[in-house]
């Protein structure tokens, strides 16, 4: 069982910078892949970035793409989102989840992600 709770969300200007993280508790030792999915109200939950068990891979959504990046320290047990130029259309809550689906495409479907965090606001004005 995995546990994962977000924190770091909150309300910023456009163009502003904003840092969200990711804990995790773990019975299994296993290693697990990470993303960061998001759902503004009324739209589904849709996939912003992923990062391999080891952190040496990442993936992101096109719309997020050279704006945010995503990391992980292992001996923490914490994942990371670091979001820079933020637009209002990134105001949504934000979800940290967790797979261990072997394949890299599983990354980016909500389907394949076993655990899910609470959820963190996250609110860009004009």
């Known amino acids: 069982q995995v546990q994962l709770v977000e924190s770091g969300g909150g309300s910023v200007q456009t163009g502003g910078s904003l840092t969200l993280s990711c804990a995790k508790s773990e019975r299994a030792v296993s290693n697990y892949a990470m993303g960061w999915f998001r759902q503004a109200p009324g739209k589904e939950r849709e996939f912003v970035a992923a990062i391999s068990p080891s952190g040496g891979s990442t993936y992101y959504a096109n719309s997020v793409k050279g704006r945010f990046t995503i990391s992980r320290d292992n001996a923490k047990n914490t994942v990371s989102l670091h979001m820079n130029s933020l637009k209002p259309e990134d105001t949504a809550v934000y979800y940290c989840?967790?797979?261990?689906?072997?394949?890299?495409?599983?990354?980016?479907?909500?389907?394949?992600?076993?655990?899910w965090g609470q959820g963190t606001q996250v609110t860009v004005s004009s």
């Open positions: 989840a967790a797979t261990r689906a072997y394949y890299t495409s599983s990354y980016f479907r909500r389907e394949e992600y076993n655990y």
